[in-house]
């Protein structure tokens, strides 16, 4: 996009800072596994850059990165209604929780960690010494107000070449694939924060929905990634192609990976790679599916599938089933090594909370992952609550029965 460098090129120069542009040939990768994963382009592209600046903010020793995200979106994570339901309104919270997200976002293993070192963030010390200002979350002005300001002050201009983006034409693939596969526009999101906040009316943002995307630049582009569009269930967005492998020793999923890209074509890489003990099949011949995953659940905690006990690890059991897409959830599985997302844990907290009347912060999940510590950490919760109460209520009793002095 000639027009988004030359407003990088103006800005850098009028600051007088250097400026650096990193690249990496992983990235039709990265766009297939984000497309394949989250019908958009976006979020393997924010995990790329993310990844790419730390990396280098921290060769160089920089303390801050400022961000430009869109409002109401924060990488995988978007805030949402229900995000400030339940008087929920402390940036504190709020900003405890994205932390705790970034740290387990650029641990999930994706394209961008196998293409890209992230071994910088298996330790937490990277996110103390650097941190994030997304700067849409701390400005409120209107967006007509931003385009003045940028024109008149560092002669910023908005790209004729971008599309609705104004930094990278590819952006109008992932609309397109979102659209198809999922049904709506995937910037509604985070247009109807503009909304909410007054910086467009409701029309204003349903006719900047309304995208004119060029058919043959969509076909050129998917065809230029290597993704298939026509191999994805159609209104559905999800797609969870697994491989299941039997080896006799460990094996690195990136070079397995890597083996089939060789041979495979891009629709027929696997989302996600387990290796597995054996391959156990029915008395007709056909795999055993539920042998098969009752494997893969013992190995991702190295102990026995455990049954759900109790009522909040069986409430934890039902809503992770619907959010991750699953028949069958261990009490000892990990919500993020089953594919759960940051946006989908702070949905189940929400749920959680709601369900038994607490209140847990929402950064709980992050650290209590697998569905047995945060029903534990939930039923810990329940108990103090019931003790403060009981406490409470002999305190008034003991009031209500001392003599008059």
């Not at 293409?115 to 209107?142: C, K, T």
């Not at 629709?267 to 995953?293: C, F, M, N």
Request: net charge negative; glycine share 6%; charged share 30%.
């Amino acid at each position: 996009a000639v027009g988004a460098k030359e407003n990088i090129r103006r800005v850098t120069q009028q600051l007088g800072v250097p400026v650096e542009l990193a690249k990496t040939p992983a990235m039709n990768a990265i766009f297939r596994d984000s497309l394949m994963r989250f019908s958009n382009v976006c979020n393997g592209c924010f995990k790329a850059i993310y990844t790419l600046s730390m990396r280098r903010a921290h060769d160089l020793g920089i303390p801050i990165i400022v961000t430009g995200l869109s409002r109401g979106q924060m990488f995988e994570t978007r805030l949402t209604e229900e995000m400030f339901r339940d008087g929920r309104h402390s940036p504190d919270e709020v900003d405890a929780a994205v932390l705790a997200a970034r740290k387990v976002y650029h641990r999930v293993s994706d394209e961008v960690t196998r293409s890209l070192n992230a071994s910088l963030f298996e330790d937490d010390e990277i996110f103390e010494a650097i941190q994030f200002v997304d700067f849409f979350r701390y400005v409120d002005v209107g967006l007509d107000e931003m385009y003045s300001y940028l024109r008149q002050r560092v002669t910023w201009v908005r790209p004729e070449d971008t599309g609705r983006s104004t930094n990278c034409l590819i952006n109008d693939l992932g609309i397109h694939i979102h659209q198809q596969e999922r049904g709506y526009h995937n910037y509604a999101l985070p247009y109807s924060w503009d909304v909410r906040l007054g910086h467009k009316t409701r029309e204003e943002a349903l006719e900047e929905l309304d995208d004119d995307i060029d058919e043959m630049y969509i076909e050129e582009t998917l065809e230029a990634i290597g993704y298939d569009d026509q191999n994805v269930s159609a209104g559905t967005g999800q797609t969870s192609l697994e491989a299941f492998v039997v080896a006799s020793e460990a094996i690195s999923e990136a070079d397995v990976l890597r083996e089939l890209g060789e041979r495979l074509p891009p629709y027929l890489i696997p989302t996600h790679l387990h290796q597995v003990d054996s391959i156990p099949l029915l008395p007709s011949g056909k795999v055993d599916e539920e042998a098969l995953r009752s494997q893969i659940y013992g190995r991702q905690t190295d102990t026995p599938f455990r049954e759900p006990e109790g009522p909040v690890e069986e409430f934890l059991t039902h809503v992770w089933q619907l959010e991750l897409g699953l028949e069958r959830v261990g009490a000892d599985d990990d919500f993020f090594e089953l594919g759960g997302t940051s946006l989908g844990a702070m949905q189940v907290m929400l749920q959680l909370c709601r369900e038994f009347d607490l209140d847990l912060p929402l950064e709980t999940m992050f650290s209590h992952s697998s569905l047995g510590r945060l029903a534990k950490a939930a039923e810990d919760r329940i108990l103090a609550d019931a003790a403060e109460l009981a406490e409470g209520g002999s305190q008034r009793r003991a009031e209500e029965v001392e003599p008059p002095s």
